[in-house]
């Protein structure tokens, strides 16, 4: 019985000495580091300056034309929002601090002119309007957002690259299309000066 | 009767246990990073969100495989040795707030004697990437190549910046 108990003994240990097969292990770790991307570079058109010398511009304005137009892109790694605003509440003269002109003379229609689609399914609405370009606005010290990516699966996102996302800020001047200020340059009896103010262009992640 | 279990264990201890360890199958595998134990995806500009980033053979993998039997000769019943790799985490969690990419954001592929094998799409389970018949004192390197956010299903637009983090394992066994 001993013998037959040892006899097995010696088969198992044999067998599993058999039977076992080695491995061996590497561990790699392995990191992925997401920065944010988030840029956005005036290409042109950075220092607009309307210059009133003619008595009709001082009754119809100035329309826009490419000298004041604002060239921006904006490449980011997500959906993305831009807002503008201007740093006053009133453009102030750089003779007198006391001169003022309402911000409301200057209006802007954006317009996309990159690859980027403005729809309701496309990549951004633009002044919360889904077409391109945009609806007159006039310029505000209240932040505006002007551009809003549409997320996926409703729109395609604004995340993407300068060529995609490529926006221009048309300027205008005492023309008084609605919303602008309906009261034409020359009523409104300014003082001459050079007035001025800062507009802020914001790039943020979609909200 | 002392006498004889005396020599019953004798004989098992220097008869049987010998010639079952002689006779034994030796199986060996061996795995050593010589380097790139350290895999890095840094997306830190647009270009790569688009295109995502690739590793060309950025870890070299030593490997070393023996199978024989009693003798010292090749197993005749092995079928030679396999690299494989899995995740050792489920997805690919970050840092902060609970972000996770998929396990998928990740292909490997390997590089071994001229030959290339792969993508393979990462996951949890073992994944063959080579195979070799080798049987006796095999001693190779294998390189690793790794692409992340290259395919337009994967691409890392839109996930949330963080640093994410995971456990690749290698295992060296017979196939």
């Known amino acids: 019985m001993k013998k037959l108990i040892f006899t ?37 058109g950075g ?9 009709d511009q001082y009754e119809n304005g100035i329309a826009n034309t490419t000298r004041y137009t604002t060239t921006f892109t904006v490449a980011s790694s997500i959906d993305f929002d831009v807002d ?67 997320p996926v699966p409703a729109g395609a996102g604004g995340a993407g690259d300068v060529n995609q996302n490529r926006f221009e800020i048309q300027w205008e001047l005492g023309t008084q299309t609605p919303p602008l200020n309906s009261t034409s340059l020359l009523r409104q009896s300014l003082t001459a000066d050079r007035y001025t103010t800062n507009v802020f262009l914001v790039l943020r992640p979609r909200e | 009767m ?109 590089h071994y004697n001229g030959s290339d094998f792969g993508p393979f799409t990462l996951t949890n389970i073992d994944q063959t990437i080579v195979t070799g018949p080798d049987l006796l004192s095999f001693n190779g390197i294998v390189e690793i190549s790794y692409d992340c956010g290259t395919l337009p299903t994967n691409n890392l637009i839109n996930q949330l910046p963080d640093v994410y983090l995971l456990d690749l394992e290698f295992t060296m066994s017979p196939q």
């Open chain 1, 47 to 55: 220092n607009i300056e309307f210059v009133v010398n003619t008595l």
């Open chain 2, 2 to 110: 002392f006498r004889k279990k005396l020599w019953i264990t004798l004989f098992y201890t220097f008869v049987i246990l010998p010639f079952a360890l002689s006779a034994q199958n030796n199986v060996t595998s061996r795995i050593y990073i010589v380097r790139g134990s350290n895999v890095v995806f840094n997306f830190s500009n647009y270009s790569r969100y688009a295109n995502g980033v690739s590793l060309e053979r950025f870890t070299h993998l030593r490997l070393y495989f023996n199978d024989t039997i009693t003798g010292g000769i090749p197993n005749p019943s092995g079928t030679g040795w396999a690299l494989k790799v899995r995740s050792v985490q489920n997805n690919i969690s970050g840092d902060m707030w609970g972000n996770v990419l998929s396990l998928s954001t990740i292909q490997i592929r390997a």
């Open chain 1, 84 to 150: 503008l605003y201007a740093q006053d509440a009133q453009l102030i003269g750089s003779g007198s601090s006391s001169n003022t002109m309402p911000l409301n003379n200057i209006g802007y229609v954006l317009e996309a002119t990159g690859t980027g689609t403005v729809s309701a399914t496309g990549n951004y609405s633009l002044a919360g309007g889904n077409v391109s370009p945009s609806a007159l606005q006039a310029l505000s010290s209240s932040i505006t957002e002007i551009i809003s990516s549409i």
């Open chain 1, 8 to 44: 097995l003994a010696g088969l198992v240990a044999f067998v599993s000495i058999i039977a076992q097969p080695v491995s061996d292990n590497a561990v790699i770790p392995v990191s992925v580091t997401l920065n944010s991307i988030l840029r956005l570079n005036v290409v042109s």
